[in-house]
C-alpha cells in the first residue's frame, strides 16, 4: 500500500525506534522459515518478524497446499533450460526442502497438519504433452529420480478422473494444510525469547540511520543493522530493486464440500498451469486457469473472476465428475512472486548490502521456501548457497 506525505509526516515522528539484531519483514512461509533458522544458530541474535495483516494472510494461506518437487515445467524442459547436473541440482533442492520439513516440523504430527507423502500426478491431456511426460519419464528414471509412467486406465482407477491420455506420477511429493504448517513453525518460534512476532504493522519505508537500517512500519520503528525481505509478489511495492525480478502474479483457486475419498494423490494438468487435489476431509480443491486472463492476473488485487472461476468449474465437470454436483464453498485468490527464470532468489541487495531477500517462488513456495530460507541464514553467515538461487545471477 502506498503513503500519503500527511500519513507519513505523523508516523516518521511519533515513534522511538525498538531495537533488533534482524528485522524480516513477511510473514508466509519464507519470513517464518527465515527467522527459525535464524534462531536455530544460537546466536543470540533478537529478531522480529514484521508482518502487514496477520501471519499467513499472503499467498501462503491461500495456496493448494502442494509439497512438489522441480519447478514450473516439466523436467524435459528444465533439463534443456537447465543442463543435466543443475536439472538434478534444482530436483534435489526440493526434495531436501520437504526432508527438512519432515525432519524439523512435521515428525509424527501427519494427522493434525494434514499431512500426506502419496506423491504427486501430472497429466496429459494432448499427445504432444503426454509425450514430454514419457520423456520426461525416461529422463528422469537415469537421474536416479522415482517416477512412475500412468497409463489412462490408471488415471481413470486411481485417480477418477476423465479426458486424460497419461501422464507421470512424482513418487516422493507431499501435500498439507499450509496454515497448519506455518502456524506450527511460527509456535516454536515464539518459544525462543529472542524472537518476536510484529503483526498488523505494515512497512512503508526502509531508510539508513548511520549505520544501521530504521524499518518504518504503521505500529513504530524499528532499527536493525540487518533486514530481510520476506515480501516474495509484494517485493516491488517496498524496493525498486525487485520491479524488473518478481513479478506479482494472481492465482485463483474454489473448493467444494467434502465427498467420500476418491483420489490417490494430488495432479497437476496442462503443463503445470491447472492443479487440483482432495484433502484428506474430503473437499475438491481446484486451481489455475491464469492463462485465460494473463493480464488482469498481473497486479496486487486478490479479487476472483468470473472468466477465471468458470474455467475452474467447467473443469471439474469434464475432468473430475466425481465431484461435479458437488457444492462449491469457498472461492480465493492469492498473489505469487514469480521471478525472471522460474527459480527462487535468495540473497542481498548488490547496491545495499543491509538489505536480503528471498523470493520469486513462482507457484511453489511450499516446496522451496523452507530450504531457501536455510541457506539465506547460509548467506548471512557466508557459507556456499547453489548458484541457480543466488541473486548474483542477476
Ligand atoms: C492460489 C495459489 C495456489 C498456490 N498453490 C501452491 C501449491 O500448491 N504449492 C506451492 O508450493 N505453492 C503454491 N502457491 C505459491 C505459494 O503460496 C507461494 O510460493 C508461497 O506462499 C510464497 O511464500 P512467501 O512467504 O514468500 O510469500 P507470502 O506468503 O505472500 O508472504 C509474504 C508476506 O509479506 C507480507 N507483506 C507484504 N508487504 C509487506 C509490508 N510492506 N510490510 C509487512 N508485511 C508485508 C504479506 O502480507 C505476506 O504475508 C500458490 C499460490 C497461490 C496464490
Redesign the pocket.
Same mark, same amino acid.
Given at each position: 500500500?502506498s503513503i500519503s506525505l500527511w500519513q507519513d509526516s505523523q508516523k516518521r515522528t511519533n515513534s522511538s525506534a525498538q531495537s533488533f539484531d534482524v528485522v524480516v519483514?513477511?510473514?508466509?512461509?519464507?519470513?517464518? !522459515?527465515t527467522a527459525y533458522w535464524l534462531l536455530r544458530e544460537d546466536a543470540g541474535l533478537k529478531i522480529a518478524l514484521?508482518?502487514?495483516?496477520?501471519?499467513? *494472510?499472503? +499467498?501462503? =494461506?491461500?495456496? +493448494?497446499?502442494?509439497?512438489?518437487c522441480g519447478s514450473v515445467e516439466h523436467f524435459n524442459r528444465l533439463l534443456e533450460k537447465h543442463g543435466e547436473k543443475e536439472a538434478l541440482e534444482i530436483w534435489r533442492f526440493s526434495e531436501k526442502n520437504l526432508s527438512l520439513l519432515e525432519e524439523h516440523i512435521i515428525g509424527d504430527d501427519h494427522a493434525n497438519l494434514q499431512f500426506e507423502k502419496k506423491g504427486s500426478f501430472s497429466l496429459a491431456s494432448t499427445e504432444v504433452e503426454f509425450n514430454e511426460l514419457k520423456n520426461s519419464y525416461k529422463l528422469m528414471t537415469e537421474l536416479g529420480i522415482d517416477v512412475e509412467v500412468l497409463e489412462l486406465e490408471d488415471i481413470e482407477t486411481r485417480l477418477q478422473a476423465k479426458g486424460f491420455l497419461g501422464g507421470i506420477k512424482y513418487v516422493g511429493d507431499a !501435500?498439507i494444510h499450509?496454515m497448519k504448517l506455518i502456524e506450527k513453525i511460527n509456535a516454536l518460534n515464539l518459544k525462543d525469547d529472542n524472537f518476536t512476532l510484529l503483526e498488523n !504493522?505494515?512497512?512503508?519505508d526502509i531508510e539508513q540511520a548511520g549505520e544501521n537500517k530504521i524499518v518504518r512500519?504503521k505500529k513504530g520503528a524499528l532499527e536493525t543493522p540487518i533486514v530481510i525481505m520476506?515480501?516474495? =509478489? #509484494? !517485493?516491488p511495492?517496498?524496493h525498486d530493486f525487485f520491479k524488473d525480478k518478481i513479478y506479482p502474479?494472481?492465482?485463483?483457486?474454489l473448493a467444494t464440500e467434502p465427498v467420500e475419498r476418491f483420489m490417490e494423490g494430488?495432479c497437476y494438468a496442462n503443463f503445470v498451469l491447472d #492443479?487440483f487435489?482432495q484433502l484428506p476431509s474430503g473437499e475438491l480443491v481446484i486451481?489455475g486457469f491464469r492463462q485465460l486472463q494473463k493480464d488482469a492476473e498481473i497486479g496486487y488485487s *486478490?479479487e476472483t473472476s468470473d472468466v477465471i472461476q468458470e474455467a475452474l468449474e467447467a473443469f471439474l465437470v469434464k475432468h473430475v465428475p466425481k465431484v461435479k454436483d458437488a457444492k462449491i464453498t469457498h472461492r480465493?485468490?492469492?498473489?505469487? =512472486?514469480f521471478s525472471v527464470d522460474g527459480q527462487p532468489m535468495v540473497g542481498a541487495i548488490p547496491t545495499d548490502q543491509q538489505i536480503y531477500f528471498?523470493?520469486g517462488?513462482? +507457484?511453489?513456495?511450499? =516446496?522451496?521456501?523452507f530450504h531457501s530460507a536455510k541457506c539465506l541464514v547460509d548467506v548471512l553467515f557466508d557459507r556456499e548457497i547453489p548458484s541457480f538461487i543466488s541473486a548474483k545471477r542477476f
Open positions: 500500500m519483514i513477511g510473514a508466509g512461509i519464507a519470513g517464518i !522459515s514484521v508482518e502487514k495483516g496477520e501471519i499467513g *494472510d499472503g +499467498a501462503t =494461506g491461500r495456496n +493448494a497446499g502442494f509439497i512438489t !501435500s499450509p !504493522s505494515e512497512v512503508f512500519t520476506a515480501t516474495n =509478489g #509484494y !517485493s511495492l517496498l502474479t494472481r492465482g485463483q483457486i494430488p #492443479y487435489r486451481g *486478490d480465493w485468490s492469492g498473489i505469487m =512472486g528471498l523470493g517462488f513462482t +507457484a511453489h513456495g511450499l =516446496g522451496l521456501a
